[in-house]
């Protein structure tokens, strides 16, 4: 075990730089020590989350933002004084401001939800009634008093999903390996539950070497669909290499392929935070961005047309 600590106080700063594994011998040193980076990374979790069972140590590391002006960038030094992943620590500091946000929001006595609503609302109504050049532009009184009721009910919704941070991930805090897997799961298993509600035909593809991980059934055209889970501000139209224990990430079988409209008629992008969807036809990628390096990172900025675009089902489906 001392070994271990020793170890991780040597490197813990090139660990949260992300230069660690770019030197052959710190990555010797670590095979040595853990076998493995996923096995690492695991040993500090656990040491974090030991950490963090005594409330002492939870205000110790709250102070220490207070103190720190809730700068972002200065998580990471506090993380390498304690011998601590950054992810980690950057994880639980946002857990703890959205706890108090959420103790803000549903706290009985509160007006803070109520209020927050109300103001939404009258931003929304001052936007929408605001006279334009073009009076059939015009969102009038009456037109906002129609849905206001439905609007309001989306809001308060909206706001409890804000004051818990979005979805919940990962509160039995499983490993980093097995995490990343069940999270594509769940990404596919959101897709589908949102497509079956939205009113299609889809169903899950069982099969893990499969291409696709779903098809929809339109007006009987099978579509076959390509489902990934995002939590940033990018889509990779790559897959990610292959990883893990006694796997070579850098031999070429072990590389991540271009997804083109061979593999899938239908990307589709699930952001794990909220649940929204994507929906992109792979084939305006493959033209759009035909150098595989373009295809890597594209900003979600540059992807918004396909966002909650259900219409492009119909469209792909019609152009098959």
């Not at 070994?3 to 660990?15: A, G, N, P, R």
């Not at 992109?280 to 992807?303: C, T």
Request: charged share 30%; glycine share 6%.
């Amino acid at each position: 075990m001392q070994d271990k600590e020793d170890f991780i106080e040597k490197y813990i700063v090139k660990i949260n730089d992300g230069k660690f594994t770019k030197n052959k011998k710190n990555k010797a040193d670590m095979v040595k020590i853990f076998v493995s980076q996923t096995n690492m990374r695991n040993y500090l979790r656990n040491k974090f989350l030991d950490y963090i069972q005594n409330e002492d140590n939870i205000s110790t590391l709250l102070v220490t933002l207070k103190d720190n002006e809730y700068t972002r960038k200065e998580v990471k030094e506090i993380a390498n004084k304690h011998g601590f992943y950054h992810v980690d620590l950057e994880t639980f500091y946002d857990q703890q401001l959205f706890l108090k946000i959420k103790n803000s929001l549903h706290t009985e006595d509160s007006v803070f939800k109520e209020e927050l609503i109300n103001s939404i609302l009258t931003v929304f109504e001052h936007h929408l009634c605001k006279p334009t050049a073009e009076d059939l532009d015009t969102f009038d009184k009456n037109g906002f008093k129609y849905i206001k009721a439905d609007l309001k009910k989306l809001t308060e919704k909206v706001i409890d999903l804000l004051g818990f941070g979005g979805f919940a991930m990962n509160l039995q805090n499983i490993n980093a390996g097995v995490m990343t897997a069940n999270a594509g799961d769940s990404a596919q298993f959101l897709f589908i539950s949102r497509a079956i509600l939205a009113g299609y035909n889809c169903s899950n593809v069982d099969v893990r070497s499969s291409r696709y991980d779903a098809v929809i059934d339109f007006e009987g055209t099978l579509l076959r669909i390509q489902v990934k889970g995002i939590s940033g501000s990018t889509i990779s139209f790559v897959d990610r290499d292959r990883g893990g224990q006694g796997i070579d990430h850098k031999h070429k079988s072990n590389r991540g392929k271009r997804i083109t409209a061979k593999d899938c008629d239908l990307y589709v992008a699930v952001d794990k935070e909220v649940g929204l969807c994507y929906l992109i036809p792979i084939a305006e990628m493959d033209d759009k961005y035909p150098d595989e390096k373009q295809a890597k990172n594209i900003s979600v900025k540059k992807l918004q047309e396909y966002k909650e675009n259900w219409a492009q089902i119909e469209k792909v489906a019609k152009q098959k």
